[in-house]
């Protein structure tokens, strides 16, 4: 178990509906980072906040959004969604958003939601 | 821009037996190199990772890695397989050590330990 806790674990839904992913990173962890993982383009990374605030973006589409909370959980929401964003969202967690090597900002991953889309 | 191959998509081998997952990465600048594991059904997991220092690299349930920079590859080994190390293997670069959510994962490599 890592300690990153991410609900629902499946979600079924329809083409065009919108949906919110949560992510509750570790303990102490300040850093929650959103990845997807599909069979065509395997794993990317979608985006980063660090403290309520965005830190980095990747891949992500402009119908897919995410934001932190003051209590530091996470949420991703998808809208407008299409057959290809059918995938597994990962959501990870890291002590801090810093680049150091001093730091073991080791990024511990959750369990992941599947979503389906019909 | 970084990339990641994993040369071998699938790699089956019997129980006791050695293995090696070969990572070759692209990166015009310093690099740190990690490798994860997926088991059925899980999130993904840090097995070892290299940030600087020495290039053998040891992690955890045995496995080790080596960087080389002059063949710009960080190939995933372990002497003697178990059945339960079968799962999906992905080697991820970064140039930042993973800070900024800059990992670039490999397509992973589905390891079956055969009995």
């Known amino acids: 178990d890592s300690g990153v806790t991410q609900t629902p674990k499946h979600l079924i839904t329809a083409t065009g509906q919108r949906v919110t992913l949560r992510c509750s990173p570790r303990s102490g962890d300040l850093s929650v980072y959103w990845y997807q993982q599909s069979l065509d383009q395997g794993l990317q990374f979608l985006i980063q906040?660090?403290?309520?605030?965005?830190?980095a973006k990747g891949n992500i589409l402009e119908r897919f959004s995410a934001q932190q909370f003051p209590d530091l959980h996470s949420e991703l929401n998808l809208s407008s969604l299409e057959l290809g964003d059918s995938a597994l969202y990962f959501c990870a967690s890291s002590v801090l958003g810093l680049p150091t090597l001093e730091n073991n900002n080791e990024q511990f991953f959750g369990p992941g939601t599947r979503l389906t889309v019909l | 821009a970084q990339s990641v191959t994993q040369l071998d998509s699938q790699v089956p081998v019997f129980e006791e037996a050695p293995v090696e997952l070969r990572c070759n990465y692209s990166s015009s600048v310093s690099v740190y190199l990690f490798w994860y594991v997926q088991y059925p059904n899980q999130g993904l997991q840090l097995l070892l990772k290299?940030?600087?220092?020495?290039?053998l690299v040891k992690g955890i349930n045995g496995f080790e890695a080596e960087f080389n920079k002059s063949q710009t590859s960080f190939h995933l080994r372990k002497p003697s397989v178990h059945i339960s190390d079968t799962a999906e293997y992905f080697c991820?670069?970064?140039?930042?050590?993973?800070?900024?959510?800059?990992?670039?994962f490999g397509k992973g490599t589905k390891l079956s330990v055969k009995p």
């Open positions: 906040y660090y403290n309520g605030e965005e830190r």
């Open positions: 290299y940030l600087s220092g020495s290039t």
């Open positions: 991820a670069v970064s140039d930042d050590g993973g800070s900024q959510g800059n990992l670039i």
